[in-house]
């Protein structure tokens, strides 16, 4: 059974840092590829950040491009996202996602990604 459970979400103020984890089970990070997502009140779901299995690349939305990093941890099943420089834009619920199709390069297309986690809420405010 597929499983993504997010945590990390926290209070931070602007300029902060904040490191989001998923922890996966059910499938191995060699074949899946994932991704983080973002959603504020009333805005639509964004993608922030993907890796993919086959060569470990990754990709970065232009908003959070040079403050923001995604890495895998193979022994631990989980992967990580490193916020730092926070703003208040970055306030929402963030989810990750994992993609089941072993030959796709990462993208920030969520109709691409088959399982989600339930969330973690991230507010960055002063």
């Known amino acids: 059974q597929v499983q993504l459970v997010e945590s990390g979400g926290g209070l931070v103020q602007p300029g902060g840092s904040l490191r989001l984890s998923c922890a996966t089970s059910?499938?191995?990070?060699?074949?899946?590829?994932i991704g983080w997502f973002r959603q504020a009140p009333g805005k639509e779901r964004e993608g922030v950040s993907c890796v993919s299995n086959r060569d470990g690349s990754t990709y970065y939305a232009d908003s959070v491009k040079g403050r923001f990093t995604i890495s895998r941890d193979y022994a631990k099943k989980t992967v990580y996202l490193q916020m730092n420089a926070l703003k208040p834009d970055d306030t929402a619920v963030y989810y990750c996602a994992a993609d089941s199709d072993p030959y796709r390069l990462c993208a920030l297309w969520s109709i691409e990604y088959d399982y989600w986690g339930q969330g973690t809420q991230v507010t960055v405010s002063s």
């Open positions: 059910g499938f191995s990070l060699d074949y899946y590829g």
